[in-house]
């Protein structure tokens, strides 16, 4: 008996020591990790880095970033101040918010900092996109793809974009059950982005085969760069070269028109565009710029369209206030045919009734949009690498770090409004505040970034957002098809975690203009 008890005690001493040891390593390990990026500071600058915290060896705090979502970055914001250090995906990060701080980012492209991708996205999207060039190469695709986004050629896509609304917030009323609002918007903003914005000739199933497979390329984007068999990457390739395959047959349809006839589309007028710059682009540039452009587009086109319709249906007063202006513009009638006599794809017939400049004069649903996008921006933020160390908020960005510069916690933290940020308020961007304001407010707003690499679509995607809030309001009454409103995901794309089910039923004609209480 007495000598198992020392036997145990051997054991557990020895289990001690190995536990003690254990830990000694790990401290170790810790301290020369902290060692490591606390010597990686730029010795030519006397600036500090940044306060915070690069986690564990190896991992820093990925996987405090990956469970604590939205949380992991505000908590270190009150921790740490505006600027901090972290270590994410294998990178010493800096993770940037504020006007001031995030107006240096986005002015500094090419001069202080570059854009930052993943190298599988480069590989599936492909080296002759908007998004991977850098310097001359990027101005000068700035240039032919600007003319897609010009006033003359919004006021085209206008009455199409509208007719595609319509037909959607038909077939959302004559559903027999909930629509998933997500995945819904999804397949609107492929159908529009493929047919309007590309001029491709597709019929329903086509249309959501290629949408299906558009998905995939995306959802593997951002994947580790291997590859091999049943890898992310792989499939995206996959993915890809389907997606490349059918455009090939457009494009080659399209370089064979007349050189001398006016653009149709904007696939015509890239090709047009880059004719006048003395440019000859290839089959392959062609589909790598389609395919940007479906990219650019369908999330976060899906992921505002979502959040409208869910903010719409939390403040009521808000409808009323769209109803009251479209009657006063004498926009409040909507289309005469009957949402279920139509049916989800019959066409009414009933000619578009709103241009841009009927757009320009609705001042409140122009509100109701820029707050969409101020509390629910689709993107949280960017990715760029430090081209040389710089000062920011008192401390050194080291050459070769990545910046984030985060959209969401800016708008969070705005300081420049009357009313709380958190708050759904779309009269703060109303003529009366935004003179009270005047040009401080710049980059306190940025939900489509700003600088060198701000989005060239963003009037059409403000379009598209007042469109269906006007086709909303004037045609359907919705309401939750789940007890409560669900909780919002916000990595990578901000939408709701069930999709948003909701019931949307039409509107009787006396309904519009007396108001819908939802």
Same mark, same amino acid.
């Given at each position: 008996?007495?000598?198992?008890?020392?036997?145990?005690?051997?054991?557990?001493?020895?289990?001690?020591?190995?536990?003690?040891?254990?830990?000694?390593?790990?401290?170790?390990?810790?301290?020369?990790?902290?060692?490591?990026?606390?010597?990686?500071?730029?010795?030519?600058?006397?600036?500090?880095?940044?306060?915070?915290?690069?986690?564990?060896?190896?991992?820093?705090?990925?996987?405090?970033?990956?469970?604590?979502?939205?949380?992991?970055?505000?908590?270190?914001?009150?921790?740490?101040?505006t600027v901090f250090?972290?270590?994410?995906?294998?990178?010493?990060?800096?993770?940037?918010?504020?006007?001031?701080?995030?107006?240096?980012?986005?002015?500094?492209?090419?001069?202080?900092?570059?854009?930052?991708?993943?190298?599988?996205?480069?590989?599936?999207?492909?080296?002759?996109?908007?998004?991977?060039?850098?310097?001359?190469?990027?101005?000068?695709?700035?240039?032919?793809?600007?003319?897609?986004?010009?006033?003359?050629?919004?006021?085209?896509? &206008?009455?199409? %974009?509208?007719?595609?609304?319509?037909?959607?917030?038909?077939?959302?009323?004559?559903?027999?059950?909930?629509?998933? $609002?997500?995945?819904?918007?999804?397949?609107? #903003?492929?159908?529009?982005?493929?047919?309007?914005?590309?001029? !491709?000739?597709?019929?329903?199933?086509?249309?959501?085969?290629?949408?299906?497979?558009?998905?995939?390329?995306?959802?593997?984007?951002?994947?580790?760069?291997?590859?091999?068999?049943?890898?992310?990457l792989r499939k995206?390739?996959?993915?890809?070269?389907?997606?490349?395959?059918?455009?090939?047959?457009?494009?080659?349809?399209?370089?064979?028109?007349?050189?001398?006839?006016?653009?149709?589309?904007?696939?015509?007028?890239?090709?047009?565009?880059?004719? =006048? %710059?003395?440019?000859?682009?290839?089959?392959?540039?062609?589909?790598?710029?389609?395919?940007?452009?479906?990219?650019?587009?369908?999330?976060? #086109?899906?992921?505002?369209?979502?959040?409208? &319709?869910?903010?719409?249906?939390?403040?009521?007063?808000?409808?009323?206030?769209?109803?009251?202006? !479209?009657?006063?513009?004498? %926009?409040?009638?909507?289309?005469?045919?009957?949402?279920?006599?139509?049916?989800? +794809?019959?066409?009414?017939?009933?000619?578009?009734?709103? *241009?841009?400049?009927?757009?320009?004069?609705?001042?409140? &649903?122009?509100?109701? $949009?820029?707050?969409?996008?101020?509390?629910?921006?689709? &993107?949280?933020?960017?990715?760029?690498?430090?081209?040389?160390?710089?000062?920011?908020?008192?401390?050194?960005?080291?050459?070769g770090w990545s910046?984030?510069?985060?959209?969401?916690? *800016?708008?969070?933290?705005?300081?420049?409004?009357?009313?709380?940020?958190?708050?759904?308020?779309?009269?703060?961007?109303?003529?009366?505040?935004?003179? =009270?304001?005047? *040009?401080?407010?710049?980059?306190?707003?940025?939900?489509?970034?700003?600088?060198?690499?701000?989005?060239?679509?963003?009037?059409?995607?403000?379009?598209? +957002?007042?469109?269906?809030?006007?086709?909303?309001?004037?045609?359907?009454?919705?309401?939750?098809?789940?007890?409560?409103?669900?909780?919002?995901?916000?990595?990578?794309?901000?939408?709701? $975690?069930?999709?948003?089910?909701?019931?949307?039923?039409? %509107?009787?004609?006396?309904?519009?203009?007396?108001?819908?209480?939802?």
């Amino acid at each position: 008996m007495f000598a198992w008890g020392l036997s145990c005690l051997s054991l557990l001493g020895a289990a001690g020591i190995a536990l003690l040891c254990a830990g000694l390593l790990l401290g170790l390990a810790q301290h020369l990790w902290t060692l490591r990026w606390t010597l990686s500071r730029d010795p030519a600058s006397a600036l500090p880095l940044p306060k915070g915290s690069m986690g564990w060896p190896f991992f820093g705090e990925t996987l405090h970033w990956l469970v604590q979502g939205s949380r992991f970055h505000s908590s270190r914001r009150e921790r740490y101040g505006t600027v901090f250090k972290t270590h994410l995906l294998g990178r010493p990060v800096i993770r940037v918010s504020g006007a001031e701080n995030v107006r240096t980012i986005l002015l500094g492209e090419h001069r202080l900092v570059r854009s930052q991708w993943p190298q599988s996205a480069h590989i599936l999207l492909g080296s002759n996109t908007l998004l991977g060039a850098v310097g001359e190469p990027h101005r000068q695709r700035r240039k032919v793809l600007a003319r897609l986004f010009n006033r003359a050629a919004l006021e085209r896509y &206008v009455p199409r %974009l509208q007719g595609a609304l319509r037909r959607e917030v038909r077939s959302w009323c004559a559903a027999r059950g909930p629509v998933a $609002v997500y995945e819904a918007a999804k397949a609107l #903003t492929f159908r529009m982005a493929a047919r309007i914005l590309l001029g !491709l000739r597709l019929d329903e199933a086509r249309c959501a085969e290629l949408a299906r497979t558009f998905e995939q390329l995306v959802e593997n984007l951002f994947s580790l760069p291997l590859d091999v068999p049943f890898s992310g990457l792989r499939k995206g390739i996959r993915a890809r070269d389907q997606l490349h395959q059918h455009l090939e047959e457009a494009i080659a349809e399209k370089l064979h028109e007349d050189k001398t006839a006016e653009p149709g589309d904007p696939l015509d007028l890239i090709i047009h565009s880059a004719r =006048e %710059l003395g440019q000859e682009l290839s089959v392959q540039e062609l589909k790598e710029s389609a395919v940007e452009l479906l990219f650019a587009s369908f999330f976060t #086109t899906a992921s505002a369209s979502t959040s409208l &319709v869910l903010l719409l249906l939390q403040n009521p007063v808000a409808i009323a206030k769209i109803q009251q202006e !479209l009657e006063t513009q004498g %926009l409040g009638r909507a289309c005469s045919c009957a949402p279920a006599a139509a049916g989800p +794809l019959l066409e009414c017939g009933c000619e578009p009734d709103l *241009t841009l400049a009927a757009l320009g004069r609705l001042r409140y &649903v122009d509100c109701v $949009v820029k707050e969409v996008l101020r509390l629910l921006p689709p &993107v949280s933020g960017g990715y760029r690498t430090a081209l040389r160390t710089f000062e920011l908020d008192g401390y050194q960005i080291p050459k070769g770090w990545s910046v984030m510069y985060s959209i969401r916690d *800016t708008h969070e933290t705005a300081a420049i409004y009357s009313s709380p940020p958190e708050g759904f308020d779309p009269e703060r961007f109303g003529a009366a505040r935004e003179e =009270e304001r005047g *040009t401080s407010g710049r980059f306190h707003y940025i939900p489509f970034g700003g600088g060198a690499r701000s989005c060239l679509g963003q009037e059409l995607a403000q379009a598209v +957002l007042q469109l269906l809030a006007v086709e909303l309001v004037r045609t359907a009454r919705w309401e939750l098809a789940t007890p409560t409103f669900p909780a919002m995901q916000t990595v990578p794309i901000v939408h709701p $975690v069930d999709g948003l089910r909701l019931f949307f039923h039409p %509107l009787a004609p006396s309904a519009t203009g007396n108001g819908v209480h939802l």
